[in-house]
């Protein structure tokens, strides 16, 4: 059973950064996985930020992450990092870390089969 546990949130200002881990368990390898980060501010549906192919390592973004968020992950430590610079109000939410089984990104949360219980991501203006 895939688990996934995301730290790195917090209370930062407008313009500020943070770094989100999330640590993978339960496989040898996530050679044919797409991880990805998501996020829901109160009130609002749950929305595509990121996602890396695990073993390409290709890339993809929302428009509102392009640009100052990058994704990456370190397979020596079963961790992919969401970098979030220039961070907005706007950026508030519970961010949650999410695997799917299939080589490619998607931006559909249902198409994600693993989710971690997120982390806060609170920026002050």
């Known amino acids: 059973q895939v688990q996934l546990v995301e730290s790195g949130g917090g209370l930062v200002q407008a313009g500020g950064s943070l770094r989100l881990s999330c640590a993978a368990s339960?496989?040898?390898?996530?050679?044919?996985?797409?991880m990805a980060w998501f996020r829901q501010a109160p009130g609002k549906e749950r929305e595509f930020v990121a996602a890396?192919?695990?073993?390409?390592?290709?890339?993809y973004y929302a428009a509102s992450a392009k640009g100052r968020f990058t994704i990456s992950r370190d397979k020596a430590k079963n961790t992919v990092y969401l970098q979030m610079n220039s961070l907005k109000p706007a950026d508030t939410a519970f961010y949650y870390c999410?695997?799917?089984?299939?080589?490619?990104?998607?931006?559909?949360?249902?198409?994600?089969?693993?989710w971690g219980q997120g982390t806060q991501v609170t920026v002050s203006s």
């Open positions: 890396i192919t695990w073993s390409g390592g290709s890339t």
């Open positions: 339960g496989r040898s390898t996530f050679g044919s996985y797409t």
């Open positions: 999410a695997a799917r089984t299939y080589y490619g990104g998607s931006y559909y949360s249902s198409e994600y089969a693993y």
